[in-house]
């Protein structure tokens, strides 16, 4: 089954605690991007990466990394979490053609204490 | 700038009424237009889309668009909503080479009364 994965799908940390939220897809897409969303601003990219070991900033990227060592994973990295990071997370995947339709994975909801 | 405005942020309707959300974009380029939709604890699933030819797309669960280039919008209707429509709409648009980039909406949030 073609799919974009998560992990965790919930998450609780203090703040200042580093860390990672994995993203897979099975799809050979070339293209994946993180979204986080927040409740009256819809979803906004943090990061997006057009191949592997190729990654640009998105429209939110500060306090957050990025890597895309393998075609297929592209992990979420908060090395020093803060309260404001408090959101729900959306790793996506697609072709990066013209056919941009992306596939969403199902969500981690992250909360900073 | 580009963006997307969906002016309703929620909506309720009665089962089996007809339903449209609005959305406008602002983009300098020829869009591409997406609705999404969230169920609750869910990852966003696409309803349709829009990239060239007819106006009027249809999508799946009944759903269809209409893209009005003269009024930037592209409004999702259905005729008649079942009570599992309940849900968080998003209107997203991008464009030719802009590697995959989505610019969503605020989302609409739908409520259907038995």
């Known amino acids: 089954e073609a799919q974009v994965t998560q992990n965790p799908r919930y998450l609780i940390t203090v703040t200042g605690k580093k860390l990672t939220v994995t993203c897979s897809q099975n799809?050979?897409?070339?293209?994946m991007s993180w979204y986080r969303q927040d409740p009256g601003l819809g979803l906004r990219q943090i990061y997006y990466?057009?191949?592997?070991?190729?990654?640009d900033k998105g429209d939110v990227p500060e306090g957050y990394k990025v890597s895309r060592k393998e075609k297929r994973n592209f992990p979420l990295i908060l090395e020093s979490p803060s309260p404001n990071q408090t959101s729900l997370y959306f790793c996506?995947?697609?072709?990066?053609?013209?056919?941009?339709?992306?596939?969403f994975g199902p969500g981690t909801r992250l909360t900073v204490l | 700038a580009q963006s997307v405005t969906q002016p309703d942020i929620h909506i309720t309707v009665s089962e089996g009424a007809s339903l449209e959300l609005r959305c406008n974009y602002s983009?300098?380029?020829?869009?591409?237009l997406f609705w999404y939709v969230q169920s609750p604890g869910q990852g966003l699933q696409l309803l349709l889309k829009y990239f060239s030819g007819d106006t009027l797309v249809q999508g799946i669960k009944g759903f269809e668009a209409e893209f009005k280039r003269s009024q930037s919008s592209f409004n999702l209707r259905k005729p008649s909503v079942h009570w599992s429509d309940a849900a968080e709409y998003f209107c997203?648009?991008?464009?030719?080479?802009?590697?995959?980039?989505?610019?969503f909406g605020q989302g609409t949030e739908l409520s259907v009364k038995p």
């Open positions: 996506a995947s697609s072709t990066g053609l013209e056919n941009n339709e992306q596939f």
């Open positions: 990466s057009m191949n592997v070991e190729v990654t």
């Open positions: 997203a648009v991008s464009g030719y080479n802009q590697g995959g980039k989505l610019i």
């Open positions: 983009y300098g380029a020829t869009p591409y």
């Open positions: 799809m050979n897409h070339e293209y």
